[in-house]
Structure formats: structure tokens, C-alpha cells
């Protein structure tokens, strides 16, 4: 299983930019695919998550309203749209799927998650 995050960069503040998840040898339909982050000499944060199978999603306070995940099943790939960004949002961003096995699971955990991707850059700088 083989999760690729594309689609970081450098933006300036208050700019844009669309992360993409895609997946090989996984189907997606029963998994929650959630975005981390990490910030240099940070720990990794939750950004947010989608559940393939219901299409629900959630995001914390912190990127409400300025970031939107969606997923494509038929294409086996999560987006991340980022609007404006600020200098805060600059880190590696991650995504990550794992399957709910009981009522417990916490998507904002990211030792809850088996399969990860190797990350993208984002850099939010004038």
C-alpha cells in the first residue's frame, strides 16, 4: 500500500493551494484518510479527515473554514484545499488512511492510522 501527497509549495500569505492524496493497491471505500501536519521541532497536528465510505468529514478550529477536504473514490484520491494560508500553516503536511475497527477510533490520532504517505512541503512566506 502506497499513499503519495502532491501539491505543496511556496505561497504567500493569504494564497492557496490543493493537496492531493492518492492511493495504489488500496481502495479507499472503507477508510478514513485524514491530513497531519508537522512543523519543524513540532509534534505532528491533526488537519483533517474524510470518511471514504460516508463522505463526513472533520477539521479543527484552527483551519475551519479556510480548509476543505474532499475525496474521489472512482479516482482513489483525497484533496486538501487550502485558502488563505498563512504563515502558521508552513510544514510538512501528511496523509495518512486507517480503517475504524470499533466506536473508540479517533481520526485526530495519528497512531490510529496504518498506511502513510511520505509528505509534501507547504510554505506559507511574503
Known amino acids: 500500500v502506497q499513499l503519495q501527497a502532491s501539491g505543496g509549495g511556496l505561497v504567500q500569505p493569504g494564497g492557496s493551494l490543493k493537496l492531493s492524496c492518492a492511493a495504489s493497491?488500496?481502495?479507499?471505500?472503507?477508510?478514513?484518510v485524514g491530513w497531519f501536519r508537522q512543523a519543524p521541532g513540532k509534534e505532528r497536528d491533526f488537519v483533517s479527515c474524510?470518511?471514504?465510505?460516508?463522505?463526513?468529514?472533520y477539521s479543527p478550529d484552527s483551519v475551519k473554514g479556510r480548509f476543505t477536504i474532499s475525496g474521489d473514490s472512482a479516482k482513489n484520491t483525497v484533496y486538501l484545499q487550502m485558502n488563505s494560508l498563512k504563515p502558521e500553516d508552513t510544514a510538512v503536511y501528511y496523509c495518512?488512511?486507517?480503517?475504524?475497527?470499533?466506536?473508540?477510533?479517533?481520526?485526530?490520532?495519528?497512531?490510529?492510522?496504518?498506511?502513510w504517505g511520505r509528505g509534501t512541503q507547504v510554505t506559507v512566506s511574503s
Open positions: 495518512a488512511a486507517g480503517e475504524p475497527m470499533n466506536n473508540n477510533w479517533d481520526p485526530r490520532r495519528y497512531d490510529e492510522y496504518d498506511h
Open positions: 474524510i470518511s471514504m465510505n460516508s463522505g463526513s468529514n
Open positions: 493497491s488500496l481502495p479507499f471505500a472503507n477508510y478514513v
